[in-house]
């Protein structure tokens, strides 16, 4: 195994909170679905692809340095979503959270001089940049709209195709 037995163990885990993200994701965009916002249920089922795809990235790294790779169980999404604020304060909340962890595993490359993992981890630094800063912006935007005015997001998501 190319990498430490620890950072081996955060990728895993992180392995599991990027599905669990994705399920999240996917059950928001239920909600706007629901509430017949094809564009915000769009953007959300994009956003569940992204963050499989994330956990992927993580899944073929670990393969690729012969780490053990061991998806743990996944939680179940939050279904009581109640408005379109919360849903964006969720998303917020969850990008800062991965971003967290990635620097927790950057931290740890640069103290174990892993240069490999660094590597690696950067493209999520930049990726979790992005990620922040989007959900902060859709957010203001819900607000500044106000929950009986969805429309206009969704219009303002329209400018964006």
Known sequence: ?????????????????????????????AYFEGMAL????????????????????????LNEVGAPVKIPAIAAPK????????????????????????????DLAIKEKDHASNNFLQWFVAEQVEEVSSMETYLQVVQQAGEKNLLMLEAYLSHGD
């Open 38 to 61: 094809k564009k915000l249920g769009k953007m959300f089922d994009k956003q569940a692809g992204e963050e499989r795809e994330h956990a992927m990235k993580f899944f073929h790294f």
């Open 79 to 106: 279904y009581d979503i109640t408005s379109a604020e919360q849903a964006f304060k969720m998303a917020v909340t969850w990008e800062k959270e991965v971003t967290a962890q990635i620097y927790a595993m950057v």
């Open 1 to 29: 195994m190319q990498i430490s037995k620890a950072m081996s163990d955060l990728m895993n885990a992180q392995i599991g909170n990027e599905l669990g993200a994705s399920n999240q994701y996917l059950q928001i965009a």
